[in-house]
Each structure stands twice: as C-alpha cells, then as structure tokens.
C-alpha cells in the first residue's frame, strides 16, 4: 500500500514539475470578431503593370488614354465585305483584376456591342484575365483577337512560339518576322497631328484560336502586325483586313493618378488629361469622390466626361473613377477633388 501510495505522489509530482517547465497553458484563441468589409481598401494590390521593354523595342504600349481606331481596309477593294465598318479599342482605366493590377481595355465596333477587356501586361506578357459586356446582355463572350487586343510573349524574336490558355479556349502563336507596313488609305491620325502611313521594322504574328463554340472567335486564323512604339497596325481576319487609322501617343496624353497629387502635369494644346481615383461606385452609400468646382469658362482645360470602371473580382463596388478633360489654350489651371480625401492637381497646357 506504501508502496502505492509512494509512486502516486511521485507520479503527480513529476507531472507538476513537467507543467512548471512549460509554463501555464494558454487559453484557446477566440475567433476574431468581423472587421470591415473588404470594400474600404481600394488599393491595386499584386504585380505591379507594365515592366517596359525598351521603348523602341516595345511593340504594343499599354497607358490609359492609349486609343487605336481601324478601317476595313476591304471598302478599297470590295466594299461587299466590309461590313465590319470601324473598330475602336482605348485604354480607359486600371482596376483590380484577380489579385493583379489590370488595365481595362474599352472595344466598339460600328456594327456590334461594346465589351470591356480586363488585360494585365507586364514586361515578359500580354494575357486577357476577364472581359464584361458593356452592351446586349447576354451575349456570348468574345474573345476574338482584334486589332487593339494582343496575347504577347515578351520580347518578340522570330520563329519564337508559344501557347496560352485563357477561359473560354487557348490560342497558339507564332512571330514570323519583321517587314514594312504600308496603310492602303495612305493616311493615319494622331491627336495632334498626322503620322506617316509606311511602318517599317513589324513584327507579324499569326495567332490560331480554339475554343468551345464555332462562332466564340469569328474565325480560328488571325495575322497582326505590331509596329514598335504604336502597337497593331494591321489585322487579318477571313478576308476582313483592319488597318490603323488613328492612334494616340504618350505626349498626347496626361494620365494622374491618387499618388500624382501635388504634380504639375503639362500637356500641349489639344491633348488629353485623365484623372484616375480610386473607390467606390458614385452611386454607392457614403463618401465618394467628386470634383470641388466648376471648370465652366476658364478657357483653359474642360470636363469631357467622368465614368466608373468596376474591379474585375469584387462582390464590393470597388473600382475607378475617370474624369477625362481636353486642354484648350496655353494656361494653367487647378484641379481639386474631395470626398474620400483632399487632393489637388495644377495642369499647365503648353
């Protein structure tokens, strides 16, 4: 019985000492109570955009406020097929797009519905991550390659292959090699001015496209040519021949974001100052942003429009507002914004 009695207490005093080591026990974590929504952080988290290549190496410049504007080349030779008409595509704003900045690529056609494309580029590719439709509800998603939309490898070389898949299908590309370019209109525009219509040095790649529907991509052979610095300047597609007829240069553009407050922005006469703000949709409850005053008669710079692009993965109405302005004459002028913060830009046109 002793002996019993003995082992029991060195049992328990060898427990007690083992515990001691230890330290005491620590209470189970309760579950963090719910904090905000998600919705009050705007910020463009993930892989920053654009690593640029050199720039006279850079075939396809992403900015917002690049635009291209294509013909159908086909109305000087067989105007029975050139239905197509015109082709609009324009950077209009970088959102959050699956973890990733993302630039929204805005396409029009004169003869179909607008469609919003959400692009991440970086300096090694070109991939589409998300598209919305910004007309005719429920069509089916298009993911034709046209001639303001581009799945690139970086940097081109020839013979240099490649294959992608992306929702919806996969695309296979080959670059062929560089040549000249010649416009068949003999005129291409810029904001400012004209540009010479011959291309040399573009690189010509043929893409074929595979995906789940016969009339997904309008046509599964596809030939783009990207001349460095401006980006698509032609695009074969089943005997629709688009062509560049307008595009906007870097010069031509002012683009401000949160971060640029406090910054003089120039821009020449005729050009186009972009402000990109981060937040909620204006439609949204509590703050949100808006410009401070009127820009009516200042002679200088004028409000084109201001529009609310929605990030791509958001159950939240996160997203970008754009306020877009034309510089008219020589001058200076103060651009405030209020809301979510207080922030004021100067822009000085040249």
């Keep these: 019985m002793k002996r019993h009695i003995v082992f029991w207490l060195s049992f328990?005093?060898?427990?007690?000492?083992?515990?001691?080591?230890?330290?005491?026990?620590?209470?189970?974590?309760?579950?963090?109570?719910?904090?905000?929504?998600?919705?009050?952080?705007y910020s463009l988290v993930g892989t920053a955009?654009?690593?640029?290549l050199q720039p006279e190496e850079d075939p396809y410049p992403l900015f917002v406020g690049a635009r291209w504007i294509y013909r159908n080349a086909a109305v000087y030779w067989n105007p029975q097929i050139s239905?197509?008409?015109?082709?609009?595509?324009?950077?209009?704003?970088?959102?959050?797009?699956?973890?990733?900045?993302?630039?929204?690529?805005?396409?029009?056609?004169s003869n179909g519905p607008d469609e919003l494309l959400y692009i991440h580029r970086t300096g090694r590719e070109v991939m589409v991550r998300g598209s919305r439709w910004v007309a005719a509800p429920g069509a089916q998603p298009s993911f034709s390659l046209n001639p303001g939309l581009a799945f690139l490898k970086l940097p081109l070389q020839e013979d240099q292959t490649w294959e992608e898949p992306f929702r919806g299908g996969s695309v296979n590309a080959r670059v062929f090699h560089r040549e000249i370019v010649a416009i068949e209109s003999g005129k291409v525009l810029t904001l400012l001015g004209d540009h010479p219509a011959i291309f040399s040095g573009a690189w010509r790649v043929h893409y074929d496209l595979f995906g789940s529907g016969p009339r997904?991509?309008?046509?599964?052979?596809?030939?783009?040519?990207?001349?460095?610095?401006?980006?698509?300047?032609?695009?074969?597609?089943?005997?629709?021949?688009?062509?560049?007829?307008e595009f906007r240069k870097r010069n031509e553009v002012a683009s401000l974001e949160e971060q640029d407050a406090e910054t003089v922005a120039q821009i020449p006469s005729g050009g186009l100052v972009l402000v990109q703000l981060r937040g909620?949709?204006?439609?949204?409850?509590?703050?949100?942003?808006?410009?401070?005053?009127?820009?009516e008669g200042n002679g200088v710079i004028e409000l084109i429009d201001r529009d609310f692009y929605y990030d791509l993965d958001t159950a939240s109405d996160a997203g970008t507002v754009v306020y877009r302005f034309r510089a008219l004459a020589p001058g200076e002028v103060k651009l405030r914004f209020g809301g979510l913060n207080d922030l004021e830009y100067t822009v000085r046109v040249l």
């Design 83 to 109: 239905l197509s008409g015109l082709l609009e595509s324009e950077v209009v704003a970088i959102v959050q797009g699956r973890g990733e900045q993302c630039y929204v690529l805005q396409t029009h056609y």
């Design 280 to 295: 909620p949709s204006p439609d949204a409850e509590g703050p949100v942003w808006r410009m401070e005053e009127s820009l």
């Design 49 to 52: 955009n654009y690593v640029p």
């Design 216 to 245: 997904l991509f309008g046509g599964p052979q596809q030939f783009l040519w990207f001349a460095p610095g401006i980006g698509v300047v032609k695009h074969v597609l089943n005997s629709v021949n688009y062509e560049l007829a």
């Design 12 to 41: 328990a005093l060898a427990v007690s000492l083992l515990f001691g080591c230890m330290g005491p026990i620590a209470p189970s974590p309760e579950p963090p109570a719910p904090g905000e929504p998600d919705s009050i952080d």
